[in-house]
């Protein structure tokens, strides 16, 4: 998986999104997010990974999102998840998945 390092012209705000993201969501297998390219405009791509989320089994999907203020939130996945990071400012993210009828939230971590 390629992380494309944001260019000159991405604000500083949205370039501190870029990087491989680990954490876990309310206790669950381990979660990763890749914010793989990120524009000046706040648009980006990415990959999430997910354990088993209630009765969801483990899972991986390639979209695309925007960052709005401190929020990044991604397109619906195609397993129907809503999935948003809320960048903290202890330079943590805060993830919420909303599937299936269950919110799940976590901290992930910069790797």
Known sequence: MTITPPAKGVPTR?????????????????????VQT????????????????????????????KIVGTTLKLGRLPNGADVSFMMLPDGTLAGTVALAGQTYTGVFIRR
């Open 14 to 34: 949205y370039a501190a999104f870029s990087g491989m993201w680990v954490g876990r969501l309310e206790g669950t297998d381990e979660a990763k997010v890749a």
């Open 38 to 65: 990120i524009s000046p405009n706040g648009k980006v791509t990415v990959t999430f990974a997910w354990g088993m989320l209630g009765d969801n089994n483990p899972g991986e999907a390639a979209g695309a999102g």
